[in-house]
């Protein structure tokens, strides 16, 4: 009788055991579902991970197309207008300035102005001496006035200069000759040469 009792207690003992151990392991399934072990990512950790490389490689490439965009933009040269011509530019001759250049004419290379109207000298001047072509004379043969200036390409031997004539008019000279036009000529026209009327006769190799 004895016997069967402790056999009794021991069986209960066991099953008391046996009932702990399986509300144990039921226990531990729980935090393992609940919350991750040391070393396993949490469902959420795995969720950020890509949005923050995919951000990471925005940045990225938002920099670096930022340093090539200003590396380009200095590499560029500004470019600015150029000033426009002053008063003050020695291009420009100033109000008054007759400018003289050399000429091709249908008797070769000739001393003409600027608007192409040939020069001539009056084979009664003398060099260095005041224009003796007046009134009558002067009126079909007008003085060649005005501040004489040689033609940026073109080149004369002589010196140009100014002389008074009649009614104080100031001439225009060269080689110490006075210069006259002939009025009512075309351009380039040599038709006054010949007589007491000479062109400046000149060559190619002035020009240039």
Known sequence: MRKSGWAAATGL????????????????????????????????????APSSSVSSATTAATATATKKARAKASATPHRSVAPQPSSGD?????????????????????????????????????????????GSCAAAWPPATGTPQAGPASHFPHQFALVKGAGGVSQITYNGYPLYLLKGAKALSTAGNGGEWHVIKLSASNIG
């Open 13 to 48: 003992g066991s099953l008391v055991l046996l009932l702990a151990a399986c509300g144990g392991s039921s226990g531990s399934s729980t935090v393992a579902g609940g919350a991750p072990s040391a070393g396993e990512p949490s469902s959420a950790a795995s969720a950020t």
């Open 90 to 134: 020695q291009s420009i001759p100033p109000v008054g300035t007759t400018v003289i250049i050399v000429q091709n004419s249908a008797i070769g290379y000739v001393m003409a102005e600027a608007n192409h109207q040939v020069l001539y000298t009056y084979s009664k001047d003398k060099q260095g001496g005041p224009p003796t072509c007046t």
